[in-house]
Structures are given as C-alpha cells and as structure tokens.
C-alpha cells in the first residue's frame, strides 16, 4: 500500500485515502512487486560485478548482506540498535502526549487559540536541526541531545493534527454539550476526543517516521549511541560494506515503523466510518 | 476598528511576550551558554552582514534551490510515469517503500564516497531527500484523477501532451503541491546536515564553527538566521502555492460555503 504523509492544509480527511484497489488481472501486484525487489538484489548484485561502479564505493549485495551477518553477531550492533529505538520511542511519546494535551488546550479555547497561532506558524518551520549546536553544548554526546532534536520535530507535526482535529468537531455536538452543562473534561472525552482522533493517529504515523529520521540524524551528526553513530564509525574507518549493511538496517526499520504505525491507525479507528467503508 | 486592534493583539501579543521574557531572563545572564539576548543581536549585524550572507547563506541557498528544482522536475515527471502504469507501480512500491523509508542523512556518508564533498555531493543529497514525497504524492494525485475527465479527453483525441498539460498536472497539482511542501524542509534539513559533515562554507558549516569555537552569542545568531530562513522559505512557498492553486483553492472555499 502506497499511502502518502500528504497533510493538505487545514484538512482533507487524513484517514481511508487509500481509494479502491482493483486486482491485477494478468500478473498479482504481490509479484510484480516481489520481481521488483529482486531487480533491485540482482542490479546491486552486477552493478559493482562487472564494474560499472567502482567496488570501493558501491560493493556487491551479496558482501552487504554478509556485512550485515558479521554485524549481526557483534553485541555492539543489538546495543546500538537497541539505542536507536529507545531513543525513538520515548522521543515520539513524549511528543505524542504534549502535542495532544497542548492541542486539545489550544484548539479548545478560542482566545488561546488565536493568541498561539502566529508564534506556531513561526516556530514551526524553524528546522530542527538548527538546535544541533546547542543541544551539543549543553548535553555533548549524552541521548539527550538527539532525543530534544526528535521531540522538537514530532511535537509540531502531532500539534498541528491535533488542531485541526479540534476544529473539525460539529459545532452542533459541541453547543449541545454545552447545553447540557458537560464538564470540560468529560466535553474533551465525549465530544473532541472521538472527533480528533482520526487526525491524532495520522499526527502520530506522520510523527513516528519524523521521529525515527531525527533520532538518526542526531546520532550520526552528533555522536550519541545508535545506529547513527555506527554509520559514522564505518565510515571513518572505510568499512563500506558495513555502512550500507547499516544504511539497509534503518531502512527497514523505517519501513516496519510505517507498517505498525498504519495498523495502529488502522486499528485505533475501526469503528470509525473511513475504515468501516474500506472493509465492507 | 476594535475588532482589527483585537486581532493584530493577538497576532503580536504571543511573540512579544516570549521575546521580552526571553530579553529580560538573559539580561543579567553570566551563563556561559545562555548569554543575554541583547549580545545576540548585539553581534548580529556584524556577524552576518555582509561577508557571510554572501560567502555562506548564498551557497547554501543556491545549493538548496538547485537540488529542490532537480528534485521537482524528477520527482514530478517520474510520477507521473509511475503513476500512470498500474503494472509499473505493482513493480516498483515495495522499493520506493523501502527508499523512501531510509532516513535521507544516512545517504551522505554514502554520497561523499561517489562525490566527493563538493556542492555536487551536497545538491545530490538534497535531492535524494526531497524527491520521494513529489514522487509518492504525484503517484498518488495522477491515480486519484476524475475517471470522466480521463475518459473525456481520451474521447476528444487530446494529444498526449495536451492531456499531460491540461487534464494530468493540474488535476495532481494539489497533491503534487502537499508534496514539495514536505519536502522543502526536508530539504533545508539536508542543507544544514551536509554542510555540517564536510564544507568549507555555508550556513550549517558556520553555525558548527561558532560552537566549536565557543563563540557562543554568535552561534545563537546563526541559529536565529536559520529560523528566520526556514519561516522566509515556507512563506514564499504558501505565495507561489496560493497562485498556482488559486482554482482549487477557491473550488474549495466554494465547496466549504465559505
């Protein structure tokens, strides 16, 4: 499934963008893609082979995959993996939960609402990266230095979701519940709550990838353990084929983060009618 | 009258707020890595003004520009081949998955290797970043076009380029649009990196000379310039997206009622 991180602004439905899939009728789109793997493996393979490449910069498949084998014995690997999603996860919770209390709190009050929506617009495209140097010196090499790059990026992509979910409850359930002298809280628990989580998960599968490139990039930049760092090292000592076995590494990983990261949207909003829609 | 007053207090309020109160807890500051806001700006002018906003936040915005307009062209044409071809697509999504997936600064180590550490290195970055969301969304906005219009302009034997210019990029514009959004500020991410691994000139590359140097006000500045970039970019984007998107935009409001 190809579905894209698009977030048009100010809100097309985030969730079913996947329109209606009509099967193959010669070849199963299962194989052509599993061919297309293959072409990739075998062009990899004969690229270097036959020379076209010089092996020094580009060596064969087959001396990555066994890089990826010595490295996968080495406990120096599992440790940094293990770092890398360490690192990811508490970044993307903790982005998660302040981009969703702080914008169910902003998007809730009006006059809040309008006070933060210039400073918003401005803090938000200030790249994440520009706080390298400083997260460098005050906290050096330490996790902490990657881990404010991940939350600074992942809190605005959840933040704006949020936002614009709070805008899209119906001003009918939300003057009812007023009627009926709703408490705040139990306002944000019956009425915003199930109208903003749809845009809450895509805030949350935009906001895992987003996560998981920062936490990287902060560990290659930087030096903190993970993934990263071992990218650099292989680099500086000339190991080419371990540094594209670890660049393939972070690539799947990306790849399976996006795969849970739609089942969890998926699951989170099966009762909600864009998914019932696609399965019926 | 009150109603304009209101709304430019609101909009100014915030921002002055937090500048004052970041002005005032720094003002006495002795820390030395949190100087008084006042030294900030205080070695702004002569920090950047004019020898490094023509040596390093020219090159790195020439840069940008070059691997973005690269990565556009690419991004957009091999969308709408891929896009087109229900087979080549069947093809080709698990690979693109798999690119897309791979964090872009993990490429430069990569591109140093074939490039060296030049500006074709840092543009080749660039655009290894910014083309997979033009891509993914052209992909997904040529497969989403209206079906009647398709069948209608085949009906009329528009030529292929006539339905390329006319029915094709406009109807994926939107979504093609969504795209090069993202991958703008990809691509200013992609800038700093690269300069920050290897250069000799550049705004990342200056940025990472200050801290190394400690010249930590200055650092600050350049952080501040690199904000200001980024809010710069993202607001000349919304201008040409506003122009170009004028008909969906207003199609749109219309649909809204608005």
């Excluded at chain 1, 799947?252 to 019926?280: D, F, K, Q, T």
């Excluded at chain 2, 390329?164 to 109807?171: A, M, N, R, S, V």
């Excluded at chain 2, 705004?203 to 350049?222: D, E, W, Y």
């Amino acid at each position: 499934m190809m579905t894209t991180a698009t977030t048009i602004e100010s809100g097309e439905r985030p969730t079913g963008s996947t329109p209606q899939r009509r099967t193959e009728r010669h070849v199963p789109a299962g194989v052509l893609g599993a061919l297309g793997l293959l072409t990739l493996v075998v062009v990899l393979e004969l690229v270097p082979r036959v020379g076209l490449v010089d092996e020094r910069f580009l060596p064969p498949f087959s001396s990555m995959v066994s890089a990826l084998a010595q490295e996968a014995g080495t406990s120096t690997f599992w440790a940094a993996l293990g770092a890398t999603l360490t690192g990811w996860a508490i970044g993307l919770t903790i982005a998660l939960v302040a981009g969703v209390v702080l914008g169910i709190v902003i998007g809730s009050i009006p006059v809040v609402r309008a006070a933060t929506s210039s400073t918003i617009e401005f803090l938000r495209p200030i790249p994440s990266v520009a706080l390298i140097p400083l997260a460098v010196l005050l906290w050096g090499t330490d996790m902490k230095s990657t881990l404010v790059l991940v939350i600074y990026a992942t809190f605005w992509q959840v933040l704006l979701q949020v936002l614009y979910g709070v805008r899209d409850v119906d001003p009918v359930a939300r003057e009812t519940a007023r009627s009926y002298r709703f408490s705040p809280l139990t306002t944000v628990r019956t009425v915003t709550w199930p109208t903003a989580l749809p845009y809450v998960m895509t805030g949350f599968r935009l906001g895992a990838a987003v996560a998981l490139i920062l936490e990287i990039t902060g560990e290659l930049v930087i030096g903190t353990p993970g993934l990263g760092k071992e990218i650099g090292v292989a680099q500086s000592s000339g190991a080419v084929p371990q540094m594209y076995a670890l660049v393939i590494v972070t690539g799947l990983i990306g790849v399976v983060v996006n795969l849970i990261a739609r089942w969890g949207e998926r699951r989170a909003l099966r009762w909600h009618p864009s998914i019932r829609a696609e399965v019926g | 009258m009150a109603h304009t007053l209101r709304r430019v207090v609101l909009a100014v309020g915030l921002p002055i707020v937090l500048v004052a109160v970041w002005w005032f807890a720094t003002a006495s500051s002795t820390s030395f890595f949190w100087p008084p806001l006042r030294d900030i700006l205080g070695t702004f002018v002569e920090t950047w003004w004019p020898d490094r906003l023509v040596g390093d936040v020219l090159p790195s915005l020439m840069r940008l520009l070059a691997g973005f307009a690269i990565a556009f062209v690419l991004g957009v044409s091999l969308g709408v081949a891929i896009g087109k071809s229900r087979a080549l697509r069947a093809f080709l999504e698990p690979v693109l998955e798999f690119f897309r997936a791979i964090p872009p600064p993990v490429l430069v180590p990569i591109l140093i290797l074939f490039f060296g550490i030049f500006n074709t290195m840092k543009i080749v970055v660039i655009i290894t970043g910014c083309i997979w969301p033009i891509l993914l969304n052209t992909v997904e906005g040529v497969r989403g076009l209206d079906e009647v219009l398709s069948d209608t302009s085949r009906i009329y034997r528009l030529s292929r380029r006539a339905r390329l210019w006319h029915h094709i990029l406009p109807g994926a514009s939107p979504q093609i649009f969504a795209g090069a959004r993202q991958s703008l500020s990809v691509g200013i991410i992609l800038m700093v990196i690269s300069e920050m691994f290897a250069a000799s000139n550049g705004i990342g590359f200056t940025i990472i000379q200050f801290q190394r140097t400690f010249a930590i006000p200055q650092m600050f500045s350049g952080i501040i310039v690199l904000g200001l970039l980024g809010v710069a970019l993202a607001l000349i984007f919304r201008l040409v997206e506003a122009r170009i998107l004028r008909w969906y935009l207003g199609l749109r409001a219309a649909q809204r009622g608005e």
